[in-house]
T-cell receptor, first 112, second 116 residues
């Protein structure tokens, strides 16, 4: 079954600290993997996208990695800010019908 | 630049009442359009997608329907709401004809629906 699992479910860190969010998937065949940021009560906004041949992609303080062999991805946030408080969603496109499969997200709270 | 609008932002409806949520996109033509539902603690679930006027594909059997009367307008409807229809409804668009390897879906602000 094509699934996307994220960990942890929630995370609290202090402002200025770094953190890493994990995404494991069982989707096959694989097309791409995207990380979205969703502020509370808003729609998701794309942060990064990686295809099979890419293993690192950065967007400012956000760095995503992809290991297509182990089917794992991570999102590293550097020098966290209060505005980073949001839900981070891992989305994999793939499977027999090449559809988007969404993870349930990691809820990040950055405290002053 | 492209923008996507959804309304209303929040809606409280009694069980058995009808529903109509609207989504419009500006600044682009012939977009792919999508309706998603996000239940508490669950991932986004694709409900409907459309590649053109009057063309609707349903992903899951349910109490809802969708229509696309104009190129940049997508409507989500129900004749009789159920308690299980409560959730956060998101509309999204993407460029039609692009390669799926790089396709980006742009989401609207969402509508929070509470069925009592």
């Amino acid at each position: 079954k094509n699934q996307v699992e994220q960990s942890p479910q929630s995370l609290i860190i202090l402002e200025g600290k770094n953190c890493t969010l994990q995404c494991n998937y069982t989707v096959s065949p694989f097309s791409n993997l995207r990380w979205y940021k969703q502020d509370t009560g808003r729609g998701p906004v794309s942060l990064t996208i990686m295809t099979f041949s890419e293993n690192t992609k950065s967007n400012g303080r956000y760095t995503a990695t992809l290991d297509a062999d182990t089917k794992q991805s991570s999102l590293h946030i550097t020098a966290s800010q209060l505005s980073d408080s949001a839900s981070y969603i891992c989305v994999v496109r793939g499977g027999a019908t090449n559809k988007l499969i969404f993870g349930t997200g990691t809820l990040l709270a950055v405290q002053p | 630049s492209q923008t996507i609008h959804q309304w209303p932002a929040t809606l409280v409806q009694p069980v058995g009442s009808p529903l109509s949520l609207e989504c419009t996109v500006e600044g682009t033509s012939n977009p792919n359009l999508y309706w998603y539902r996000q239940a508490a603690g669950r991932g986004l679930q694709l409900l409907f997608y459309s590649v053109g006027i009057g063309q609707i594909s349903s992903e899951v059997p349910q109490n809802l329907s969708a229509s696309r009367p104009q190129d940049r307008q997508f409507i989500l409807s129900s004749k009789k709401l159920l308690l299980s229809d409560s959730g956060f409804y998101l509309c999204a668009w993407s460029v039609r004809g692009g390669t799926s390897a790089r396709e980006t879906q742009y989401f609207g602000p969402g509508t929070r629906l509470l069925v009592l």
